[in-house]
């Protein structure tokens, strides 16, 4: 079957990339659980499958769906986002120098101290808010890898994506690009210059908050990528196939949710913006945002469906309008169709550099007047 690259990602969602199988007429792929693949007469492999920690057929078609969604060479499920970064990460040999910002999701971050603590990788986290944070970052020549994210977590300054590629590429780094809050629906990172770009897949592809996973997605099929391979099977962070199956299923709406989402998000960012009991409300969708125009030309379907308040008051404020929340859900994570809150400072512990005014709003597919009515009336009881 033939089709034209230029259709929109959620045609090539909607229909898993024109999937059909060819001898049963099926237009969903099977679940394939079986950890091992047999061998003919002459000992040769009866496929191109040879045990459940290297491959499994159930992934072929949602690597293939997120690799053309991207524009990549070639796409990888891990069993987590974590498993996926890990495995990048550990492509860095000891003596090496990584790059990251100072505020990133936490989790990441907290393997890249590890690797600097334990594995003789030297870190540094740059201020993302100063123009030449990165620049100033870099080590020509010893920096292995700059990680950034499309939109910082949970802050969502947004980075500039071709300009940190320059700066990578210029260092002799490879550019990894956490792309999760941006799902290829509204950022393809690639085409910005990123050479490999990563969702945490528990997030918006999945969107149902049922399934953890992680992708990778090379530009370039090259000797790291070849190694980044290696590792998944060596390590074993490897996808389930259960997993792959209900991930291409959630994939199937990523267009739709997001429209939902993002658009929501907007609407809840200009309602409260200078509401009288909160000092700031971080939103790149916002006019007021440092990083507005940035955002707008690298998101191609509005600013994302990620906001930040910012309390007046103290960690007890921002949790107190948390509590009296009866709509959004109280729980770490964001992407899917349930609205979640969070106050980040405690979940990251105290080498957090999030303010302890911060609230975190992860926007589902709830209406969005109940949404704002929910807000209103946890506000009016503070
Ligand atoms: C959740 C998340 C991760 C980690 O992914 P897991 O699936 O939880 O392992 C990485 N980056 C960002 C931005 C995330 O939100």
Redesign the pocket.
């Known amino acids: 079957m033939t089709h034209s690259k230029n259709l929109s990602p959620d045609t090539l969602l909607a229909q898993a990339s024109h999937y059909i199988d060819e001898k049963t007429g099926a237009l969903t792929p099977a679940i394939q659980p079986s950890t091992t693949f047999g061998r003919d007469s002459n000992y040769d492999l009866m496929g191109d499958y040879i045990y459940g920690r290297n491959h499994n057929p159930t992934f072929d078609q949602v690597e293939k769906v997120l690799c053309e969604l991207e524009g990549g060479a070639e796409a990888r499920l891990f069993a ?4 996926a ?1 890990t495995a990048l990460f550990e492509t860095v040999a000891q003596g090496r120098h990584i790059v990251a910002p100072d505020i990133m ?1 936490h ?2 971050q907290a393997w890249m101290r590890r690797l600097a603590q334990k594995r003789g990788i030297e870190l540094t986290l740059f201020d993302a808010r100063s123009a030449e944070g990165l620049a100033n970052a870099v080590r020509p020549g010893q920096t292995d890898i700059v990680w950034i ?1 499309t939109l910082l ?1 949970p802050t969502w300054d947004v980075m500039d994506i071709a300009k940190a590629a320059d700066i990578a590429h210029a260092a002799g780094a490879l550019l990894g690009v ?1 792309a ?2 941006t799902p290829p629906v509204t950022t393809r990172a690639l085409g910005f210059g990123a050479d490999i770009v ?1 969702h ?4 918006y592809l999945n969107g149902h908050s049922d399934v ?3 992708v990778l997605i090379t530009r370039t099929r090259d000797q790291r990528w070849a190694e980044v391979c290696e590792i998944r099977t060596l390590v074993g962070g490897i996808m389930g196939p259960f997993e792959a199956w209900l991930l291409l299923r959630g994939m199937r709406t990523l267009g739709l949710r997001c429209e939902r989402a993002f658009a929501s998000a907007a609407r809840i960012a200009h309602h409260f913006e200078g509401h009288a009991k909160l000092d700031r409300v971080l939103y790149p969708g916002l006019e007021s945002h440092p990083g507005h125009a940035l955002a707008a030309s690298q998101m191609t379907r509005g600013f994302g469906g990620m906001l930040s308040f910012l309390v007046k008051g103290d960690a007890a404020m921002a949790k107190a309008l948390i509590a009296n929340l009866q709509i959004f859900i109280a729980a770490t ?2 992407g899917g169709v349930e609205s979640l809150v969070e106050h980040r400072a405690t979940v990251e512990g105290p080498q957090s550099l999030v303010p302890e005014n911060l609230i975190r709003i992860s926007v589902g597919i709830e209406s969005a007047d109940d949404l704002i009515g929910d807000l209103e009336q946890a506000f009016d009881l503070l």
Request: hydrophobic fraction near 35%.
């Open positions: 987590s986002g974590q498993a970064i999701y989790g990441a994210e977590n956490d999760t809050v990563f945490s897949a528990t997030k953890l996973g992680g994570s964001l």
